[in-house]
């Protein structure tokens, strides 16, 4: 819940829709983000944002989800 130290690291100056090419680099992370009950907006608001409006992204993104959760620390 307080791992967040990585995080400034990673936000970056990013505002607005970060674009398909960069969620699917950090969809991994983000998803774990998730996992931890962390706000992967927090870390990669730009993804977030992509996500909404993307569908091709959210089912990429979903089917991951799934998987981690299925899954667990063998995903790593
Ligand atoms: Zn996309």
Redesign the pocket.
Known sequence: MTDLRCLDELLRAEDGDA??TA?EEILDAYVELELRGVDPARGYPGTAI??ES?P??RADHDGLLEAARRFGDAAR
Do not use: I, K, P
Request: with cysteine; proline share 0%; net charge neutral.
């Open positions: 674009g398909c969620g992509h996500l993307c091709g992204c």
